[in-house]
């Protein structure tokens, strides 16, 4: 049975469906049409084709491709780190400690700031194609603030990660295997049923090896699955833990062995490179092409945070990745859309095919390789998100007589 009104775009000059079926891994096609039921797509192919619809959108040409799938943003924070962006371009080297600097900002805001500031880096990244995104906590450090983060960011979006292992605070400074004990035990007990993920930040200056297994152990007895941090500011042990545990993404991967390489492919786990980082750090990139080479599946996300990346752009991360990681535009595209799905285990997003969820981006261009070709220009005409328009397509839609709901 339909689950919604029924909604036709046509006029699509080059469709990006990430349907093998239709050749090759972005499974493109030319003078297609799309239907939208509801919340879902129910019919994809030729523009002749198509059949009727309740609502019809003439796109006249444009690209479209599924909605960016943000798989790893830290949005629930308060204050600003300008001043230390501004410093580290003056030549001062990035470390992890700075995090604590937004700690202290954090535990001072009220719920209500904290909720409006992530709120509104949820709507920015909308209106740049972002449909789907993963939210971390790891800015409170206390039972008390990281309860609350997740469960602001549990408001937001299903993709809520418990990261009370980002570092260890000040107050435990003189004794850090006591805060690991409080990660896993009344911090994780307050925090598990706000979160779907867990994660650790595993990197000198934060936790090593059997610290981060023991806080992913302890998580996923408590059934949340594990991603992590791992291998960004040097080489270390955090992507072969991430085998060892089966996690599903291991995120940053900037300084890999070939041991390390191998491990990703062995296991199956996502590489989620984070080009933004880099680009706001003056930091080596990751070697893209030596992980898609070796068959690792690489996700493209933002790191969205006021610290090391306050990006909240998958489309720059995208010309990143073309410039930098020397990927192509093609799998750039893919790895921000069904590589940032396979991160988060999803089925149902970053790809157009009938029965996936409705979520898309119709982008002023003929293309998707415009992405890269014209980056900091913005390209997103509107997007779709579970078959909900965006306010951009209401004066389009209007044309023919009926506007398709705003989207929340």
């Known amino acids: 049975m339909p689950d919604g009104p029924t909604t036709l775009i046509t006029g699509i000059g080059e469709l990006v469906t990430n349907d093998p079926s239709h050749g090759g891994p972005l499974g493109l096609l030319t003078d297609a049409a799309i239907v939208l039921d509801g919340a879902h797509v129910a019919w994809v192919g030729p523009a002749d084709r198509a059949p009727d619809a309740d609502t019809r959108l003439d796109v006249e040409g444009a690209a479209v491709v599924p909605g960016f799938v943000d798989s790893h943003a830290h949005l629930v924070f308060a204050g600003d780190r300008a001043a230390e962006f501004a410093a580290r371009m003056s030549g001062q080297p990035y470390a992890a400690g700075g995090i604590r600097t937004t700690v202290a900002a954090t535990r001072a805001a009220t719920d209500d700031e904290l909720r409006a500031r992530a709120l509104r880096l949820v709507t920015e990244m909308l209106g740049q194609g972002t449909t789907t995104v993963e939210i971390k906590s790891g800015y409170g450090l206390t039972v008390r603030d990281e309860a609350r983060s997740l469960a602001i960011a549990a408001g937001l979006t299903p993709e809520t990660t418990y990261l009370g292992a980002h570092v260890v605070p000040p107050e435990f400074a003189d004794d850090p295997a006591g805060y690991v004990d409080l990660v ?87 590489a989620t490179l984070l080009p933004g980082v880099e680009f706001s750090t003056r930091s080596p990139y990751p070697d893209a092409r030596r992980l898609l080479d070796a068959g690792v599946t690489v996700a493209l996300a933002t790191d969205c945070n006021p610290g090391s990346c306050y990006t909240s752009s998958m489309p720059l991360c995208i010309a990143l990745a073309v410039r930098e990681m020397l990927m192509t535009p093609g799998e750039a595209l893919w790895s921000a859309t069904l590589g940032g799905a396979k991160a988060l285990r999803r089925t149902d997003i970053g790809h157009l095919t009938v029965g996936a969820r409705a979520d898309l981006v119709v982008l002023d261009a003929p293309s998707h390789v415009h992405l890269a070709y014209r980056p900091g220009v913005p390209l997103v005409r509107g997007t779709f998100r579970a078959g909900q328009a965006s306010a951009a397509f209401s004066a389009l839609a209007s044309a023919f007589g009926s506007d398709p709901e705003e989207s929340r």
């Open 184 to 270: 896993t035990g009344a911090m994780l007990d307050a925090c598990a049923p706000y979160a779907r993920w867990v994660d650790v930040f595993c990197e000198r200056g934060a936790f090593d090896a059997d610290a981060a297994r023991a806080v992913l152990t302890a998580g996923t007895a408590r059934g949340l699955a594990p991603r992590i941090h791992a291998n960004q500011l040097g080489p270390g042990p955090g992507v072969q833990l991430a085998a060892e545990l089966g996690a599903a993404a291991a995120d940053h991967c900037t300084f890999l062995t070939d041991a390390d390489v191998a491990a990703l492919a062995d296991a199956g786990v996502v």
